[in-house]
């Protein structure tokens, strides 16, 4: 069983998970054996080769179009308990909470940037409907959305597919980054997501796209090389509350900022992930939870992995970039 451990020297939560040591690509032999469709779990056709699934969204014809299923190498579980232990000066919980799997189409497709804007938008949608049933459990605090696309972001599998993950705790760096965005909102009367979209709409330099309601750019201080955030324009703390609308609208502008990237990087490994706001009032979202509608917007986060990470940035929390966002988005426009 995995657990929950809090590291009092940095202030920090990891996962201790022993069964994530057996994923596929631990071990290059099986990673080579999945690259054949014809026993890729993910496909159509192969759904008992995956445990039953959570969720599924289907066409006109009943043919599914996204699944979710449980995580085989699951880092924690909905099954375990979220209560808390000491162990000697050390504080732990049970491996609690959800680790999900959706699988994003039932083609054997490698690349998410390949998908349709329909596909896209229906990845989504599938994204939204989980996480509207995750956030009904009182005990779950914090969720996280991501996609490893290629080996060197941390995918196990060629069969396109996205991890999520809820936790019955707030990150310290999250709850350090939320102090921070209610602090700013407290101060000037409005949230930094709408200086960020005003003034980098008024510069255009680092804007890469935009649609009627969210915009594409490279973040002034971008930490990785052609780093892209899409941010609404308008106030919209959770991903949950969007309709169908703007999720067509942001899965349009998803697609533009990923083809960009492949038009320019060629071959190219990154992650994105869907940056959400906690969804439960306790003790340690309290002092910021009933603003959160005013100072916090969803937003996701395209990062390509062009260079390993070093000891610097391992050791310091901060990262070398060695390419201008003004530059990345002008190549990217």
Not at 17 to 31: D, W
């Amino acid at each position: 069983m995995s657990e929950i451990r809090y590291d009092p020297l940095h202030d920090a939560y990891v996962v201790i998970a022993p069964n994530r040591l057996t994923r596929p690509n631990l071990f290059p032999e099986h990673s080579a054996v999945l690259k054949d469709e014809t026993i890729c779990p993910f496909c159509a056709g192969h759904e008992t080769m995956t445990p039953p699934e959570i969720f599924v969204l289907k066409d006109a014809k009943g043919r599914w179009k996204t699944r979710v299923v449980p995580n085989l190498y699951k880092a924690v579980a909905i099954e375990a308990t979220d209560e808390r232990k000491e162990e000697g000066i050390y504080e732990k919980i049970d491996g609690f909470g959800a680790h999900e799997i959706i699988i994003d189409t039932p083609e054997h497709i490698t690349n998410f940037d390949a998908l349709s804007v329909g596909q896209m938008t229906d990845w989504f949608q599938t994204i939204k409907q989980r996480i509207n049933d995750l956030k009904k459990d009182s005990r779950l605090l914090y969720f996280t959305t991501f996609k490893n696309q290629g080996g060197n972001a941390g995918s196990t599998l060629p069969h396109i597919h996205t991890q999520l993950i809820a936790l019955p705790v707030v990150p310290r760096k999250e709850l350090q980054v939320l102090t921070h965005l209610h602090a700013y909102y407290r101060q000037h009367g409005r949230s930094v997501f709408k200086d960020i979209v005003d003034y980098e709409r008024e510069q255009k330099v680092r804007v890469v796209d935009e649609s009627e309601n969210f915009l594409a750019y490279t973040p002034y201080g971008s930490q990785f090389a052609f780093e892209v955030i899409i941010m609404p324009k308008i106030e919209l703390s959770d991903i949950g509350s969007c309709h169908d609308d703007l999720l067509e609208e942001t899965a349009s502008l998803l697609k533009k900022v990923l083809s960009g990237l492949r038009r320019e990087l060629k071959e190219i490994d990154y992650n994105v992930y869907i940056q959400n706001p906690p969804f439960q009032k306790v003790y340690e979202t309290e002092a910021f939870f009933d603003d959160m509608k005013d100072f916090y917007r969803f937003y996701i986060r395209v990062i390509p992995r062009l260079y390993q990470t070093g000891g610097f940035e391992l050791q310091s929390s901060m990262t070398i970039n060695p390419l201008a966002p003004e530059k990345a988005a002008g190549l990217l426009r």
